[in-house]
């Protein structure tokens, strides 16, 4: 089955500046890669996700990036905020299979 | 626009025991998708209903089942409790366009 791997488990960033978390997949039928946030007391959130038939999508200071050949891709969020702080996971599926599998997650803080 | 309603929020169990957990997805919804959250294992993926149906399935012990009725609300069950069942169990609802929503989930404790 799929693996997901994710890096790393925490990050600290000072306000302002960027943060890039990376995740990798084995399972090269995975076509489907959402990123999800999760705040304390909630459920994951969607922030953002890609299909394999792109390479990079933007939505205002979150990007992701795509590298089928190598089977990783990443989270990017510039000028980070107080409010970025949270848990954040990566997933990887077959779009419409409703299966997701996701990274062990990346505890992000924002520094004021 | 409601949400996905789990309910309840929070449930403490003695072993050997069984619950029963219930999911209400975003209306229109048809796919009901349930996960176990733990520290140590992370988000790991239980089963999916897709119209009444048992759709995917993953991979834990049959104690843990579920049902979809047809107004696409979900139930998820655990029979004989075990200290290792202690969790966040989320639920997900979706359509065939957009990805998962997931509910605030329900924070199971076995003592």
């Known amino acids: 089955g799929e693996n997901v791997e994710q890096h790393p488990s925490t990050l600290s960033v000072q306000e302002g500046d960027s943060a890039v978390i990376k995740c990798t997949y084995s399972d090269s039928a995975s076509n489907y890669f959402p990123w999800y946030k999760q705040e304390l007391g909630k459920g994951p959130q969607l922030i953002i996700d890609?299909?394999?038939?792109?390479g990079e999508k933007k939505d205002q200071r979150i990007a992701v990036t795509l590298n089928k050949t190598a089977k990783h891709f990443s989270l990017h969020i510039t000028e980070t905020q107080p409010e970025d702080s949270a848990v954040y996971f990566c997933?990887?599926?077959?779009?419409?299979?409703?299966?997701?599998?996701f990274g062990t997650g990346t505890r992000l803080t924002v520094i004021p | 626009k409601a949400g996905v309603t789990q309910t309840p929020r929070y449930l403490i169990k003695t072993r050997g025991q069984q619950v029963t957990l219930s999911c209400s997805p975003i209306s229109g919804h048809r796919s009901v998708s349930w996960y176990q959250q733990t520290p140590g294992q992370g988000l790991q993926f239980l089963f999916e209903y897709f119209s009444e149906t048992q759709r995917n399935k993953g991979n834990f012990p049959g104690r843990f089942s579920g049902r979809q009725f047809s107004n696409s609300r979900s139930e998820m069950n655990v029979s004989t409790l075990e200290l290792g069942d202690s969790a966040l169990y989320l639920c997900?609802?979706?359509?065939?366009?957009?990805?998962?929503?997931f509910g605030s989930g329900t924070r199971l404790t076995v003592v």
């Open positions: 997900a609802s979706s359509s065939s366009v957009k990805g998962y929503t």
């Open positions: 997933a990887a599926g077959m779009a419409g299979a409703n299966n997701l599998f």
């Open positions: 890609i299909r394999s038939n792109v």
